[in-house]
């Protein structure tokens, strides 16, 4: 969630960027699909190899062949990660076998906290479909980039740990990598499950 105006901005030049390539669509004469757009129009997304939540090498070759939601955020989050992949869950409920065309991403912007063993914990409440994945700093850093994630460290007014300002953006990307559609977190679980219907 954007708990600064710095936070937007980011957030502002991914939507720029998306209308841009909605803009070459129309302008092409070719059909509009919603939010869709391929990467050629949006530089989003890319390789990645990072650690999943039972110390595996995971890249994203791995998850060539199925769609994934990716989302970035941490697990100290105390209120918009959570319901997020709350929706994203929901939404996968109630897709039925379809789901399996559908693999969940979540990838930490809080490596320092969040250890493979932390996110297995964490992971497990949303079901066991969900991929969770952290990283070094740098690793994180270059994923974080690639997607255009923003996060910064801020300390809680509590004066005890720290919390995390970052943008909270879910990214359908298609089985070859590409950006496909993104949402925002205050989608509901029946919107994304209408999204995902149409999309894939
Ligand atoms: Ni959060």
């Not at 092409?28 to 699909?33: F, Y």
């Not at 090498?57 to 199925?66: A, E, L, M, N, P």
């Not at 909270?168 to 977190?185: Q, T």
Request: neutral net charge.
């Amino acid at each position: 969630m954007f708990k600064t105006k710095e936070a937007l901005i980011p957030y502002l030049l991914l939507v720029a960027a998306i209308a841009g390539g909605l803009i070459w669509h129309e302008t092409e004469n070719v059909p509009r699909l919603g939010k869709t757009v391929s990467q050629g129009k949006v530089d989003l997304g890319g390789p990645f190899t990072l650690t999943g939540q039972d110390g595996q090498k995971v890249s994203s070759t791995d998850f060539r062949g199925k769609y994934q939601l990716i989302y970035f955020g941490y697990s100290f989050c105390p209120d918009v990660c959570p319901t997020t992949l709350g929706v994203i869950a929901q939404a996968l409920d109630k897709m039925g076998v379809e789901q399996k065309r559908i693999v969940p991403v979540f990838i930490t912007i809080d490596p320092a906290r969040d250890t493979p063993a932390v996110l297995k914990k964490y992971m497990s409440a949303f079901g066991e479909r969900f991929v969770g994945l952290t990283g070094t700093v740098d690793e994180i850093a270059a994923v974080e980039k690639k997607y255009r994630v923003y996060a910064k460290k801020t300390p809680l007014p509590e004066g005890e740990g720290y919390g995390m300002d970052h943008s909270s953006v879910i990214y359908l990307m298609a089985p070859d990598g590409r950006l496909v559609s993104f949402y925002d977190e205050l989608i509901s679980p029946d919107d994304l499950l209408k999204e995902l219907k149409a999309k894939i």
